[in-house]
Antibody, heavy 120, light 108 residues
């Protein structure tokens, strides 16, 4: 059974850093495309980043240069390192598996999300 | 940059048909995916590649995509279908995934 479990959220001051983790089971993270998607309180879904099976990474303009997506193959875990956090980064962060190994594919499995609150 | 436009809300009576649109420039040339999200829960894929349905999703859910509009159709709407629905595409020019703003489906 495919499962994604995010951890690492919490309250952080503006300008601070936080690392989110997404532990996967039931499949191999490194063999799939994996993404982070966030949702600000009361708002819609916003794609954040993707890492392809080959290692290429892409970011939304809103986080480029501040966030870094990575994975640990030995732990079968996806990460999102978030630096220089801003109030507008406050959101529930979901990790999601991309269903097929192509950029135009869909997100077939999602974690339950972890809340990041950026506030002083 | 590419923009996806969804109506903020759609209302429908139980047993009737709900149609939720997702507009974008020549969206018919792109693959569109749809998600259902209920309060406090993660999104769930309901339609992928315009009109395919994942296992476990009722046949009442269907999709189409042509020209500048993609449509998610929910037939014989039930109270349990009340949720937010999002469309998603990949913008090849930026290599970014994009979501529509979401549509809140209210079952009257």
């Amino acid at each position: 059974e495919v499962q994604l479990v995010e951890t690492g959220g919490g309250l952080i001051q503006p300008g601070g850093s936080l690392r989110l983790s997404c532990a996967a089971s039931g499949f191999t993270v490194s063999s799939n495309y994996m993404s982070w998607v966030r949702q600000a309180p009361g708002k819609g879904l916003e794609w954040v980043s993707v890492i392809y099976s080959g290692g290429s990474t892409y970011y939304a303009d809103s986080v480029k240069g501040r966030f870094t997506i990575s994975r640990d193959n030995s732990k079968n875990t996806l990460y999102l390192q978030m630096n220089s956090l801003r109030a507008e980064d406050t959101a529930v962060y979901y990790c999601a598996r991309v269903g097929k190994l192509e950029p135009g594919s869909y997100f077939d499995y999602w974690g339950q999300g972890t809340l990041v609150t950026v506030s002083s | 940059s590419y923009v996806l436009t969804q109506p903020p809300s759609v209302s429908v009576a139980p047993g009737k048909t709900a149609r939720i649109t997702c507009g974008g420039n020549n969206i018919g040339s792109k693959s569109v995916h749809w998600y259902q999200q209920k309060p406090g829960q993660a999104p769930v894929l309901v339609i992928y590649y315009d009109s395919d349905r994942p296992s476990g999703i009722p046949e009442r859910f269907s999709g189409s995509n042509s020209g500048n509009t993609a449509t998610l159709t929910i037939s014989r709407v039930e109270a349990g279908d009340e949720a937010d629905y999002y469309c998603q595409v990949w913008d090849s020019s930026s290599d970014h995934q994009l979501f529509g703003g979401g549509t809140k489906l209210t079952v009257l």
